[in-house]
């Protein structure tokens, strides 16, 4: 709070808010002073450049030592590497998460498969008798995916559940999406359902293309 020695100063301009420490820590309070009034102990010189921002280096070096010899340059970096630096752990987090969704994508198409080619093979007999009494192809495929299907449902039903209680820990990594983002929360459900139909087609195949004699024979 101001005071009796407190040195005043005149408001000349307010600058929006910047993001110092990172792009998920909110703008913190700032001024800006003059170097006659306040003269820090080192200073930051942020240079717009056209083209290659590495290559303008020895340019401003030689600017600055023939303005003062005296003052030396102890870091050079270009605005995008500091903001790789600024993004690198969150970039990290945000690969190995998609590395394990995509696992977890896989393993769920293996596991719907297996399962769907395991209940086909059992209900060989029952699609037999259906294509043998004139049930077309399509209504067969269809018993098969339709059972995929109620499965993949289940599964979209609880994860989605499961999504929208752990936004809360997610929001630390993310940077202008909203924890509960529609378009994520509509397009991963479908995309999960389309493998899902994916990995029940090949079963549901399969089953429409028995021969009525074989299947009737088989128990």
Aim: aromatic letters at 4%; hydrophobic letters at 55%; zero cysteines.
């Amino acid at each position: 709070m101001p005071n009796d020695s407190s040195v005043w100063a005149t408001i000349v301009g307010v600058a929006g808010g910047e993001h110092q420490q990172a792009l998920s820590v909110e703008p913190l309070t700032e001024v800006f002073a003059p170097f006659a009034q306040e003269v820090p102990s080192g200073a930051r010189l942020l240079t717009r450049v056209a083209g290659d921002a590495e290559s303008i280096g020895p340019a401003i070096r030689h600017v600055v030592s023939e303005m003062d010899s005296d003052v030396p340059i102890s870091e050079m970096r270009s605005m995008d590497a500091i903001r790789d630096t600024s993004l690198a752990r969150e970039r990290f987090l945000m690969t190995m998460l998609v590395l394990f969704a995509g696992v977890g994508l896989l393993l769920a198409v293996i596991g719907v498969y297996g399962v769907l080619a395991q209940v086909a093979r059992r209900r060989t007999r029952e699609m037999g008798i259906r294509i043998a009494l004139g049930a077309p192809a399509g209504s067969v495929r269809w018993l098969v995916v339709r059972h995929g299907l109620a499965m993949v449902s289940a599964g979209i039903a609880i994860g989605i559940s499961a999504a929208a209680i752990a936004t809360r820990g997610l929001s630390a990594l993310l940077y202008h999406v909203a924890p509960a983002d529609p378009m994520t929360f509509v397009a991963v459900p479908a995309i999960l359902a389309l493998t899902g139909v994916a990995a029940a087609w090949i079963p549901a195949l399969q089953a429409s293309r028995a021969d009525p004699a074989i299947a009737l024979r088989s128990e």
